[in-house]
């Protein structure tokens, strides 16, 4: 069924019969090809719990929309509701903020990127560990594909041995957040680092990544769009933490409080490394210094 919401987003829907305690959002832009992907995988989920699952175009020039609303009949045989909606409004903050308002009050609600596989047992076992740790925020813990690029394959290699990685803590692709987590969050800000505002908005002790919750998390293809990726994230982390100075240090991501070992004692090859600190150097560069854009999507 396509209608007009009441916000004047253009949006279609497929309706099931009982009101679901779950909720799936995806923001997307221009990602048709990973999100029928990621809607095939969420078909196959082992999750018994009903679900209205939302996608957000945002700003989309592709055919995704029309591809999405296509799977309205296979989510309603399942018994899930599945909506798209369409804004005009850029900003990955923007969708996510459009998620939220279709969905209010779900007992669970996951965020997910277009572009994320999540494992066939990832939701329940993100939903078991919510409710089971007593968890506020939990996410999936990512696999990385090798990529085709040599260079993309040495950050790689680095960025897995991490304190970022090895902490423990949140990491983006797909998060679970419970009602106490929504509250804390409130709506997302307009910024780059959507994923950096739900860290340290909910209390570190209620927030964990689930080792067996996995989920397929590509790197981009190629070291300029790997470069960009970074520097992008590393100018929206700068505006988070410039915006919510105590929330960043109250809450601050654990690798920033602990003292590890930088790669985990682990050996990585010279030119890993080298890759590695170039291109984190790099981002740096770019955030501090680079044209502002505030609202790119990521």
């Keep these: 069924m396509s209608s007009y919401l009441s916000n004047g987003v253009r949006g279609a829907s497929s309706s099931a019969p009982d009101k679901p305690t779950a909720a799936f959002i995806v923001p997307a832009r221009n990602d048709s090809r990973s999100l029928n992907r990621l809607l095939d995988q969420l078909l196959e989920q082992r999750y018994d ?12 020039a592709d055919d995704g929309a029309e591809c999405a609303a296509k799977f309205g009949e296979r989510f309603e045989r399942r018994g ?13 903050w923007h969708a996510l903020n459009l998620g939220l308002d279709e969905v209010p009050g779900r007992t669970v609600t996951f965020l997910c ?3 994320v596989v999540p494992a066939p047992d990832a939701l329940w076992r993100l939903e078991e560990s919510l409710l089971s740790c007593d968890l506020a925020l939990a996410s999936a813990t990512p696999a990385y594909p090798d990529s085709a690029s040599g260079i993309v394959r040495s950050y790689a290699r680095c960025y897995r041995a991490s304190p970022y990685l090895r ?18 969050l409130r709506r997302f800000p307009d910024s780059l680092a959507d994923d950096r505002y ?24 190629s070291p300029i769009d790997l470069l960009r990726q970074q520097a992008r994230w590393a100018r929206g982390n700068r505006q988070i933490d410039l915006r919510y100075p105590d929330l960043a240090i109250d809450h601050a991501p654990r690798h920033q409080t602990q003292r590890r070992p930088y790669f985990g004692g682990t050996r990585q090859r010279p030119r890993d490394v080298a890759v590695y600190l170039a291109v984190r150097l790099l981002a740096e560069v770019g955030a501090r210094f680079g044209r502002s854009q505030p609202n790119a999507w990521r």
């Design 80 to 92: 899930w509701h599945l909506r798209v909606v369409e804004t005009d409004v850029p900003g990955k």
């Design 49 to 60: 719990t009903s679900v209205d699952v939302v996608v957000v175009f945002n700003d989309s």
């Design 167 to 184: 902490s423990g803590d949140v990491v983006p692709g797909l998060f679970a957040l419970d009602r106490r987590a929504l509250e804390s």
């Design 113 to 115: 990127d277009a572009d």
């Design 198 to 221: 739900l860290t340290i908005a909910v209390d570190p002790s209620l927030r964990l990544r689930i080792p067996n919750a996995r989920i397929d998390y590509p790197f981009p293809d």
